[in-house]
């Protein structure tokens, strides 16, 4: 079932203008409940553009956003529900921060929300617990935090609203290894464990390809291709052609194959590559 949908969707900058633009050009998409899905494109293609549409931060130029069937943009009045329906996260979110505690910070969507005070307190614990960061550092300034757990309270700030779906611009930009990978497994985490819809913004394809189930690949403002990540990567040559990659994984694979080396054709995960390599080489030690 679709949470949310783009039908014929539009959106052109400065319109009527000697500086027009069209940004977004007849956009059709879905994004399913309880499901990741990635977006990606090259820049310019319209990504950012794209996530302000779907809680209707910006209104398309012409077509619909439909949130479970019904267009967000129909009543104002229902605008500001519906951003608590679907939570969106910017890129590099700790630049939001401003509360004098975590506690304070995290609690701030919440009380917007008018909920009771004991309810709030529940959400912004869970929220936290969620992002990996332990209930110490609730009392703690934000700005006394590292840069890893200032983008962890940055987004524990928004899943505290407890969002039916939640739209991340490049969570994990600028972090280490480590860092990106933690915060992406505690986002699928949350999801699982919320049933939400999770929709990612990202110019990593390995972060897309570990922990998206779908991908959206954006092109010159127009929907390239979507489907599953074997069905998106496995076309390396289109993709490049696009000005995108396939994971580096993919690409090592791909190179290992031209040696005369038989490997599958959809790995796009260190795991999966791990799993594909690792009969081969114990077979050439128990050779040796």
Known sequence: MSKLQLKDVSFVYG???????????????SFEADATVGIIGHTGSGKSTLVQLLNGLTKPTSGKVLFEGRDINEDKKELRSLRFKVGLVFQYPEYQLFEETVERDVAYGPKNMGLPDDEVARRVRRAILATGLDESVLEKSPFELSGGQKRRVAIAGVMAMEPEVLVLDEPAAGLDPAG???????IESWREEAHATVIIVSHSMEEIATHCDSILVLSHGEV???????EIFSESERLAEQGLEAPQVTRMCDLIRAEGVDLPHDI??????????????KGGADRA
């Not at 319109?15 to 998409?29: Q, S, W, Y």
């Not at 390239?224 to 074997?230: E, V």
């Not at 796009?268 to 080489?281: G, H, M, N, R």
Request: without cysteine; glycine residues 4%; positive net charge.
């Open 224 to 230: 390239w291709k979507s489907g599953t990540p074997k």
């Open 268 to 281: 796009f995960t260190v795991d999966a590559a791990f799993d594909a390599l690792l009969p081969l080489l």
């Open 180 to 186: 990106r990978e933690l915060i992406l497994s505690q």
């Open 15 to 29: 319109k009527g203008t000697p500086f027009e633009k069209t940004a977004l050009n007849n956009v059709n998409a």
